[in-house]
């Protein structure tokens, strides 16, 4: 079942940041969103993921869905090592090790979030959304910080998940909207308005 | 999973027991051996040339002083101690005020901490309270001490007088920790479907734990503070309070500095050992922690640790 998104409509300090916005999502594959900063893409990520309720619409398909989130920030526990963070998700030591070592991060596996780079913690957060088994994928950013030959494996296992659910991907970067996604929207605002362009 | 907690405690950071708040990059695994033991050396030695440096200080005071009702000699003080420890009146006086001040303590800390997720989680409690708990913190400690005099038993003030200094600590401190949850984090928490139990282990509990030790130890030395107080004021029997009165009014000097070592010494005591119990606590929680994620799978599938071998399979 498809996920729809029927006349949302959200207002922050009184500001509209989505009026009527209607979208219906395809059952599989990556739906790129491509907008500049500040234009009502992140709070639209929220919405799908049920963080925030809209002020009217509603949003059909996501009851009961599992979704797997790469968030704007890392959102990683700090008190918890970068191997911990993943168990808490994965529930398995070896896939946490296994992933941990297709990242190349094996060697920082007890290093807590505060003694790894900026691209580390991404890379945790990254394969912690991956690795939940979940309906839906919803990638925010997800790139920042990494080097082309990192967003080259990501990519990869992100194409992979898009075979058999949805992925949602906000990004600012055009080259990885277009080079990834199957279908793209062009996102403009506040409040924020969706134009299919592919 | 490590406790943050808010104690300058360089030794137990040193040790690996547990973090500075300020989340610093301390990491004990990355200190040699030699380098620990240098520094640990190197504060033993700091602190026995302090306390040779202050005694030369107290007994050149004694000297020019020269008056043994104003001030007693380190000697003095020492011989004092010895004859105090022969006797098991003395004993009974410190474990009775132990006993007094701590369950007065642990009422406190107890209250304060439930009271802090009450007054968050309800606004009318926290308007309801927060003018009561104000005036307790701005009142003399001493005008509840004669207060409760009239009100209860001698014994009792005490227990009293220590819970209402230490509850607004506790109360004020875990409440600002629990306003400071990072709600960012309880997003995460919700779409990576973490039970309530993960969540208040994970999330919440290390979140609050610098707050909470922070204010435990404070708690604790104002126990003490607080505590004496009410004991030289109410005089219960087999108390340190009533022995600090006893020689103030026999004007046994040595004796009065001998009772208030012997309390500095308890109070510093017992912070160590509330130290010792929140940093086992912290591995409790690493270990427990980690084991309800982990443990049954790990034990029927005999899974090796994770994360110390290199690679591994997906």
């Known amino acids: 079942m498809s996920i729809v998104f029927d006349h949302l409509s959200m207002r922050y300090d009184e500001q509209p940041v989505i009026s009527d916005l209607s979208l219906e999502l395809p059952e599989k594959g990556i739906i790129g969103f491509f907008g500049p900063s500040g234009c009502g893409k992140t709070t639209f990520l929220h919405l799908a993921a049920g963080l925030i309720r809209p002020d009217s619409g509603v949003i059909r398909g996501l009851e009961e869905l599992r979704i797997g989130v790469v968030f704007q920030e890392d959102r990683l526990l700090p008190w918890l090592t970068a191997a911990e963070n993943l168990d808490l998700i994965i529930h398995d030591r070896n896939v946490t090790a296994g992933w941990l070592g297709k990242v190349h991060l094996s060697g920082q596996a007890d290093y807590y979030p505060s003694e790894l780079s900026g691209g580390m913690k991404r890379r945790i957060a990254l394969v912690r959304a991956l690795a939940f088994d979940s309906d839906l994928l919803l990638l925010d950013e997800p790139f920042q910080g990494l080097d082309q030959s990192l967003k080259n494996l990501f990519s990869g296992w992100i194409r992979e998940a898009s075979a058999f659910k949805p992925v949602l991907l906000v990004s600012h970067d055009w080259a990885e909207i277009e080079d990834l996604s199957d279908r793209i929207y062009k996102v403009e605002g506040p409040p924020m308005t969706a134009e299919r362009i592919k | ?314």
């Open chain 2, 1 to 314: 999973m490590r406790i943050f907690i808010g104690l300058d405690d360089h030794n137990a950071v040193n040790r690996g027991d547990i973090r500075m708040q300020d989340h610093k990059k301390i990491r004990p695994r990355i200190y040699s051996r030699s380098s620990r033991r240098t520094s640990t050396g190197m504060n033993i030695w700091y602190w026995f040339a302090a306390a040779v440096f202050w005694t030369a200080v107290w007994q050149a005071s004694y000297m020019v002083i020269h008056n043994d009702l104003l001030l007693a000699s380190p000697l003095q003080v020492l011989g004092s101690l010895a004859i105090l420890g022969r006797q098991p009146g003395f004993w009974f006086s410190v474990l009775y005020s132990i006993l007094r001040i701590e369950s007065g303590y642990f009422l406190g800390v107890l209250a304060g901490t439930l009271l802090a997720v009450l007054t968050v989680r309800f606004v009318w409690v926290y308007r309801f309270l927060y003018p009561v708990i104000s005036a307790i913190r701005s009142t003399p400690v001493a005008s509840f001490i004669i207060l409760a005099l009239v009100w209860m038993s001698s014994g009792r003030v005490v227990i009293f007088i220590v819970f209402l200094m230490v509850m607004p600590v506790i109360w004020a401190n875990v409440a600002e920790g629990i306003r400071k949850i990072d709600p960012l984090l309880h997003e995460m928490a919700f779409v990576f479907r973490l039970t309530r139990s993960q969540t208040l282990r994970f999330i919440d509990i290390p979140s609050v734990s610098p707050f909470f030790v922070a204010a435990a130890t404070t708690g604790l030395g104002l126990a003490w503070k607080a505590g004496i107080a009410a004991e030289v004021l109410s005089t219960p029997r087999n108390s340190l309070g009533g022995l600090l009165y006893e020689a103030k009014i026999y004007l046994e000097t040595p004796d009065l500095l001998a009772h208030t070592a012997v309390i500095i010494l308890l109070s510093l005591l017992l912070e160590k050992l509330l130290v010792s119990v929140l940093a086992l606590a912290g591995k409790y929680f690493h270990s427990h922690g980690r084991s309800e994620v982990t443990a049954n799978i790990a034990v029927r599938e005999k899974v090796p640790e994770a994360g110390k071998k290199e690679g591994g399979t997906v």
